[in-house]
């Protein structure tokens, strides 16, 4: 059997080769902080807003937009114990998202993360998010289970922020419309006003164009940035309480919600709309100096 010597450089060619391959596997392995359900609001630099949904389950990382109805994957590019890059692969039957965007994961901490997104072919971020991992029910399951307190005393002179969570298409706007409630104050005898703001949401469409080149047609995707509708402020309604069940009246919209804490959920109903529906959520403004 011959023996040979390795030289200085090819010696330190190959420390620098198992050092790097291990750095490699150590961030392949690293991947139990970003297990798990996340939710959050993204939020685009034209003020523009909608829910976030990821799941991250092994090697797979599911992204949901729900009001923009657009679903698809992330495709992870790099990781390590601090942060994770993705290619995102939305679904060819979500027109309202852009495809093959780069998406950007930050670890905060053990409970939350900040998302980060900028189109194909730019390095310009467009939007964040800071998302929020929510506990499993299964690790709820086992749980001493705690008696609700009823909210019906507190309600009166707290402040809201609430949003019709679900996509709207207005085919006579052409566009997703959602809504959200500003300063939702509820007073005295059952009164409450609030400020309304509708607007058109961001969404993607495919146009179809001549390549000056090859003189072939092409589909390229085209951003519709969202833009306000209307904003109409101090609107009147009245509201009911029975225990932590909440209805409210106004002219327009009818809700109807349960209270916990600080968070209400329930269904918004669109009057002279053939009374469409949408999922409702609102949270208590300041709840931690109320």
């Given at each position: 059997m011959r023996i040979f010597k390795l030289g200085p450089c090819l010696f330190l060619s190959a420390l620098l080769l198992t050092m790097s391959f291990d750095s490699l596997l150590a961030q392949n392995l690293d991947v139990s902080w970003l297990e798990g359900t996340w939710e959050g609001t993204g939020v685009q630099t034209n003020e523009q807003s909608w829910p976030i949904k990821l799941t991250v389950s092994?090697?797979?990382?599911l992204i949901e937009y729900p009001s923009l109805g657009c679903r698809g994957?992330?495709?992870?590019s790099r990781k390590d114990s601090e942060s994770a890059t993705f290619v995102e692969r939305v679904d060819a039957n979500s027109t309202k998202c852009m495809d093959?965007?780069?998406v950007l994961i930050e670890k905060l901490n053990g409970e939350q993360i900040k998302f980060s997104y900028s189109p194909n072919n730019t390095a310009t971020i467009i939007a964040t998010a800071t998302l929020q991992k929510i506990t499993f029910p299964q690790a709820l399951s086992d749980a001493p289970k705690t008696p609700k307190q009823s909210t019906a005393?507190?309600?009166?002179?707290?402040?809201?922020?609430?949003?019709?969570?679900?996509?709207?298409?207005?085919?006579e706007l052409d566009e997703t419309v959602v809504r959200r409630f500003y300063n939702f104050s509820f007073q005295?005898?059952?009164r409450l006003s609030c400020d309304v703001r509708v607007e058109a949401l961001s969404r993607v469409k495919r146009e179809r164009v001549l390549d000056p080149l090859t003189q072939e047609f092409r589909y390229e995707q085209k951003l519709i940035p969202g833009h306000l509708l209307f904003w109409q402020k101090g609107i009147i309604g009245k509201y009911e309480l029975d225990d932590d069940h909440l209805h409210i009246d106004f002219s327009a919209y009818e809700i109807d919600a349960?209270?916990?804490?600080?968070?209400?959920k329930g269904e918004i109903t669109l009057k002279r709309e053939s009374d469409q529906k949408a999922r409702w959520v609102a949270s208590r403004r300041n709840a931690e100096e109320q």
């Open positions: 092994g090697h797979r990382y994957e992330w495709v992870l093959a965007g780069n005393r507190g309600l009166e002179g707290t402040v809201w922020e609430g949003i019709q969570a679900d996509e709207r298409y207005s085919p005295r005898q059952g349960t209270v916990e804490g600080n968070n209400m």
